[in-house]
Structures are given as C-alpha cells and as structure tokens.
C-alpha cells in the first residue's frame, strides 16, 4: 500500500473491493488483472446510499454484509428501534445520526429523511440507512430507493433478519408447521394516517391454516381484533405479543388471541412488539399455561404467563 501511494479513502476502498471479491470468490487466485480492477480510478466525489437491516436487535444476526456496509461507511442515519449494540460495530469514524421513526410519537418527517440522506450522498459521502428489522419489511425502503434514483445516487440494499422470523427463532415455534400453516402472512396495524389499515383482508386473517405476523399493532390491537373476530377468526386461536424480540429485555405474552389486547393492556410492553397469531403457537400457549417449576429455565425469564 506504500509504494501505491493512495490517499486515505483510496487505501479503504482498496481493501472494500478486496474484501468483496475475497468473500465472493474465496478460491480464486489473484492475478495481475485482478490489482488493475481493484485499483481503477473512483470518483472521489461519488456518494452511495445502503439501506442496511440490523435485524430485530441481537447484534450477532446481523449479516456479514451488513457487517461490511457499517465498516465502509462514512454517514449512519439509523432509527430508534435499532439495538444501540448493533452500532458498536460500525466504523469507529463513522458519524452516527438518530432519524428516528416511531409510531404515534414525534420523529423525523420521511421527506425529511430522503432529503438529508439524499444530500450526504450528493457531497460524496458513503451513506448507510440502518433499520431494524428487514428494509424491505415495513420499512418504507421503496420511498427511500426512488428518492435515490430521483437524484441519480447509487443505492443497494442489504436484507436482514425481520421480527417475527427472529421471535420465532427464539420461541423455537415454526411458522409453517406442516399440516397447519399452509400460509405465512406479514400485515401491519398501523396505516399511513396512525389508524387501522383499511385495506386489511379480514378473511385471510381468520383462515385457520395461515398464521399472521402483525407488526406495529401496540395502539390498534384491540381493534384489529374485534373485528378479526366479527369477520370469523376463531376467539380461541392461539396467539403472542413479543417485545424487544431477541434482546435481553425480551418479553413475551402469550393468551388467546380474544384474550390478548386486555393482557398487553394491563402489562404495557416497552420497545418494538410484534404480535403472531395462529394456530402453530397451540403448544406454546400450553407451555406457558403451566406451573412455572415446569418451564425451562431460559424461556422463564422471557415469559410473561
């Protein structure tokens, strides 16, 4: 790196490419070629935008590519539901910007976010937009990548862990258990004006064999519920609320879903939540049922009975 005598960024988007080609292709033999690509002229002017998925909060699901994308980064605008342990591996020059997001509470305006975002990448800057969850999740990615385009910034998604996959992980529950999942549905409680989506397909969400994954339902749970249950879902599926799904604070309610608003009433949850209904959730609620002496050690300290 001496004798090439590149400057700083030079140097670091040397060892980027590298890094990308080496995990890309870990058996391949570089070459003359190979220094030529890596060392090709950039545009030092050249700013880019990467929405990045933290995952719902343990830092150790995060991707190695997302690893890679909070290593190159110039800028972060990250939001609230981001872990705060997912930033301690971000690059330590990194300027780290809170953009927060969250529902029924003041928070950055989205046109807001896409013009801050946009103008960073104008003035050259490596920007990634870190979420939690899954970007392309309830994430309003596809706002974020037009403002992009619009600008003619280059932009790139890098996919994460969403909740419910990441609570279920943790509850040791399959989503489409054989037999009585035949469907996996993501659906949101909250709409674009704070209320209940009115677009919700009641039907889908009372079909025996589909289990749904709300997310945002904290404000508009009793709601969807009461008329879940008007237009046939069963008062007696089973159901949980989990909170702050794989961090140490996790929490999780589990009743019958007629059951389940008056419980996250009476026992407010702090940080995201993500509600799960659905008939693969039966053995899970009559776990917790049970005596607490009979419950494994670990799941004691996340359940809430």
Same mark, same amino acid.
């Given at each position: ?55 719902p909060g343990d830092p150790e699901l995060l991707t190695l590519r997302a690893l890679r994308a909070l290593q190159s980064a110039d800028v972060i605008l990250f939001d609230d539901l981001v ?26 305006? @989205? ?125 007696? =599926? ?7 799904? =794989? ?50 050690? =670990?799941? @004691? ?5």
């Amino acid at each position: 790196m001496k004798e090439l005598a590149l400057p700083f960024r030079g140097r670091r988007t040397f060892w980027e490419r590298f890094t990308a080609r080496a995990i890309a292709a870990p058996d391949h033999v570089p070459n003359e070629t190979d220094l030529d690509s890596l060392l090709a002229p950039q545009r030092l002017d050249a700013g880019s935008v990467t929405l990045v998925g933290a995952g719902p909060g343990d830092p150790e699901l995060l991707t190695l590519r997302a690893l890679r994308a909070l290593q190159s980064a110039d800028v972060i605008l990250f939001d609230d539901l981001v872990s705060a342990d997912i930033l301690d591996f971000a690059r330590r020059e990194a300027k780290k910007m809170l953009v927060g997001k969250t529902g029924h509470a003041p928070s950055c305006r @989205q046109n807001d976010i896409n013009d801050l975002m946009v103008s960073l990448a104008k003035a050259g800057r490596c920007v990634v937009r870190l979420k939690g969850g899954d970007p392309m999740v309830f994430g309003r990615a596809d706002e974020e990548i037009a403002a992009c385009r619009a600008a003619g910034i280059a932009v790139d998604v890098v996919p994460g862990v969403t909740t419910a996959q990441g609570a279920a992980a943790r509850l040791l529950v399959s989503l489409t258990r054989r037999q009585e999942a035949r469907r996996l549905q993501y659906i949101t409680g909250h709409g674009r004006h704070g209320g209940l989506p009115a677009d919700i397909d009641w039907t889908s969400i009372a079909d025996p064999n589909a289990t749904t994954a709300v997310y945002m339902p904290t404000r508009t749970l009793p709601e969807l519920v009461a008329v879940a249950l008007k237009r046939g879902l069963d008062p007696a =599926t089973p159901a949980v609320a989990v909170a702050s799904a =794989t961090r140490p604070d996790e929490r999780v309610i589990a009743a019958r879903i007629a059951d389940l608003p008056a419980r996250l009433a009476a026992e407010p949850a702090t940080g995201p939540v993500v509600v799960m209904i659905g008939s693969v959730f039966a053995d899970y609620l009559e776990m917790a049922a049970k005596p607490a002496t009979s419950i494994d050690e =670990t799941t @004691q300290t996340r359940l809430v009975r």
